[in-house]
């Protein structure tokens, strides 16, 4: 019966009670989770708002291109400045979409945090 109650794990004997109170060294999760919630979270947090904002000035700069640009493209014969327009709507049209995936991101992070 006593044989019964012991278990080799590893070339170690280890009894019952043993197994069920393992040494609280092996328990890393606290720590890791108490390190995500105080100092990645918060780093990946401040990161994606930066790139929130570099992508909102990117936009709003384009914008303004475009608004000077525009007007130089009314002519009745040739288009000056057709090739910088297209390629400047194409750039503001990917910072959007990046804008939105970066919010998005921000978004899942934050609720993402709730569940831990």
Request: aromatic share 8%; proline share 6%.
């Given at each position: 019966?006593?044989?019964?109650?012991?278990?080799?794990l590893?070339?170690?004997?280890?009894?019952?009670?043993?197994?069920?109170?393992?040494?609280?060294?092996?328990?890393?999760?606290?720590?890791?989770?108490?390190?995500?919630?105080?100092?990645?979270?918060?780093?990946?947090?401040?990161?994606?708002?930066?790139?929130i904002?570099?992508?909102?000035?990117?936009?709003?700069?384009?914008?303004?291109m475009?608004?000077?640009?525009?007007?130089?493209?009314?002519?009745?014969?040739?288009?000056?400045?057709?090739?910088?327009?297209?390629?400047?709507?194409?750039?503001?049209?990917?910072a959007?979409?990046?804008?939105?995936c970066?919010?998005?991101?921000?978004?899942?992070l934050?609720?993402?945090?709730?569940?831990?």
């Amino acid at each position: 019966m006593m044989r019964a109650a012991l278990v080799v794990l590893a070339g170690l004997m280890l009894s019952p009670t043993a197994m069920a109170y393992p040494p609280v060294a092996y328990h890393p999760a606290p720590l890791s989770t108490y390190r995500y919630q105080h100092v990645v979270y918060h780093r990946e947090v401040a990161r994606l708002d930066a790139a929130i904002r570099l992508r909102k000035a990117e936009i709003a700069a384009m914008e303004r291109m475009l608004k000077e640009w525009e007007p130089l493209d009314r002519f009745s014969t040739g288009r000056p400045v057709m090739l910088d327009i297209e390629r400047t709507r194409l750039q503001l049209l990917e910072a959007r979409l990046g804008l939105q995936c970066l919010e998005q991101d921000l978004f899942d992070l934050i609720h993402a945090r709730g569940r831990f």
